[in-house]
């Protein structure tokens, strides 16, 4: 049996109770990675921690909300003394609060940019000077083609995600000399609880929009960020994947 691509090394995800962050904490767990699940709730991540038993691999439960400066550190801390590194780092947890932009309150707008461009750029803080201290590591964090594109109706949304697109960039520059990479997915449309909500019509206008004739699934998305933080993706750095069927080219 061949060895698998990520032994020893440790991985955090982010919102990984379910949708796109279960995915991708299952296809590390797979390849060999201890990977740390995050949710906002106490057993949040049990059906995920048990995903990745069925597939043989080793994952921890830990409950953090990313927008809460002390809870990331207190992650951070205990992820760090238990294991002395983080090799990868995957951003994934995320919310929508869609509305109009004349019926989108500053609250709506507050929430969406805390959870999902504050909740990075803590995150990302909490775990930096480890990861360039040990000259090496991978950030990988999950924006979306509405960062690139837009969407009416959400702009806080788009705000975030675009914003998330230049923090890459911009961390990407500062880690690079120190062997961290930092890369940016931007999925298109895929079939998770936060689609789920979108009404019937509106999808079926969507996938006529995708070339490969299929919304994406959670699963996509993990092999990207598997690719992402294989030996074969070293050379790449401060990049955007878009993951989206053809959705957007
Ligand atoms: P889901 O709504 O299915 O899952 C969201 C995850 O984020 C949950 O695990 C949730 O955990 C967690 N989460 C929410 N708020 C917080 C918080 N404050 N702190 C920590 N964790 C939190 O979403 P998806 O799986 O669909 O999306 C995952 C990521 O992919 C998001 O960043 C999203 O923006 C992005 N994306 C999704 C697309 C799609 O089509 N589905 C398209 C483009 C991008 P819990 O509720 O258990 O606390």
Redesign the pocket.
Known sequence: MSTPLLTSKIALV?????????AIAVTLAKSGATVVC????AG??DETLAACADAAGKAIAAV?????EAQVEVLAKSILDAHGKLDILV??????RDNLFLRMGAEDFDAVV???LR?PFLVCKAFARAMAKARGGRIVN?????GITGNAGQVN?AAS?AGLAGMTKSLAKELAGRNVTCNLI??????????AQIPEDLKAGMLKEIPLGR??A?ED?GAAVLFLCSEAASYITGQTLVVDGGMTM
């Open positions: 982010t919102g990984a109770s379910r949708g796109i962050g279960r995050t949710s906002t709730k949040g991540c953090c909300d990313v927008s809460d951003n994934n947890a995320g919310i929508t805390d959870t999902n909740g999950i924006g979306s083609v509405v949304y995600k931007a999925p298109g449309f895929i079939a998770t609880d936060m689609t919304f994406g959670p998305i």
